[in-house]
């Protein structure tokens, strides 16, 4: 009940007048710190149900549904620079800041200081990723050397589009139909898996919401510190976005759900990276604004890098302490790069 109040007065001071920059803030934050909790709950418990590989694709598909119009929106409006920091933030965000953080809290949760998982998730995700990001690769390198290719950007991306795509459904297929165990605890669930599937749905929807009014409540603060474009999107936008998903994870990794931690930051890797970006460029032919997967040369290094270093610590299906907070300092430098970006 305080979560539903918080929300709405959330949305109520972002649409209503009279109401301060920092009470629309404080009034958001308190709403998305309470719909956290909801949705680590509800993730936790369809997991009793459903095991952690379908709750962890549910989960993400949830959170990244509201992103994806937004980046549609976007192009309708013919801001290409917002649906493309847009995705980026979100891959980034969730590969390196957010995995780090779920490592650090569920590897200092072991007795051991060794956080253990199934490797097949973390390993698939890197795949994807480096799949996504070599018609990246191409198609920056075509734009920026301005060769013959380069006058065929459009094409070369509708068709990396499709491939990507096709890579996706095929590795989803196969990865719903592996039996995946439930939570890792023999806790009985509290709740049965009908409500928690549709508590998970209200809450991911809520947390949308109110994730667009807290960056709202932002943007004052960024245009008075005159914050670059780049860092607003990469950094502030994607981690305030994605805050209640980036939350959830790192709870389930404190409970000791590590397999459904991981999976719950995996799966929204793995889905923007090989389907939601390849799907918005397919979609973005009926919009004003084409989008390509011609990037700027640093997000294309950011992008590869961040594939590398995190097949790296997590493809032997455990980590530690160090290894996460590696993926944390990784998203510092990337931070402190897009700060200087314009």
Do not use: C
Not at 79 to 98: F, K, R
Not at 216 to 228: E, G, K, V, W
Not at 283 to 289: D, N, Q, R
Request: hydrophobic share 55%; no cysteine.
């Amino acid at each position: 009940m305080v979560t539903a109040l918080l929300t709405v007065l959330a949305g109520v001071a972002r649409y209503a007048s009279g109401f301060s920059d920092v009470l629309a803030f404080v009034l958001a934050t308190l709403a998305l710190a309470g719909l956290a909790w909801i949705v680590s709950f509800a993730t936790e418990q369809a997991s009793y149900r459903f095991g952690s590989s379908v709750t962890g694709v549910l989960h993400s598909t949830l959170g990244n549904l509201p992103e994806f119009f937004v980046v549609i929106f976007a192009l309708g409006a013919g801001e290409a620079v917002v649906a493309e920091t847009a995705i980026l933030g979100s891959i980034l965000v969730n590969a390196l800041l957010v995995l780090g953080l779920v490592i650090i809290a569920g590897a200092r949760r072991s007795q051991d200081g060794l956080m253990r998982f199934n490797p097949r998730l973390p390993n698939d995700t890197a795949t994807l990723l480096l799949t996504a990001t070599f018609i990246i690769v191409l198609a920056g390198i075509a734009s920026s050397s301005h060769d013959a290719a380069s006058r065929h950007l459009r094409t070369i991306s509708v068709i990396g589009a499709i491939a990507v795509l096709a890579v996706y459904g095929t590795w989803l297929y196969q990865y719903l139909r592996t039996p995946a165990a439930g939570a890792e605890d023999s806790d009985p669930p509290r709740i049965p898996p009908g409500p928690s599937v549709v508590l998970l749905a209200v809450a991911a929807t809520a947390s949308a919401f109110v994730s667009d009014w807290f960056v709202h409540a932002l943007q004052p603060t960024i245009t008075t510190l005159n914050i670059s474009k780049a860092f607003a999107g990469l950094v502030i936008v994607a981690i305030a976005g994605n805050a209640v998903e980036n939350i959830a994870g790192v709870v389930l990794a404190i409970k000791g759900h590590a397999d459904l931690a991981i999976s719950v930051v995996k799966n929204s890797v793995a889905q923007i990276a090989a389907f939601v970006y390849p799907a918005l460029v397919l979609v973005s032919l009926l919009t004003p604004t084409t989008l390509t997967f011609a990037i700027a040369p640093i997000y294309i290094g950011a992008l590869f890098g961040t594939a590398i270093i995190v097949w790296q610590i997590t493809g032997d299906g455990e980590a530690t302490v160090f290894e996460g907070t590696a993926l944390v300092a990784a998203f510092v430098i990337l931070a402190t790069v897009a700060w200087f970006e314009p």
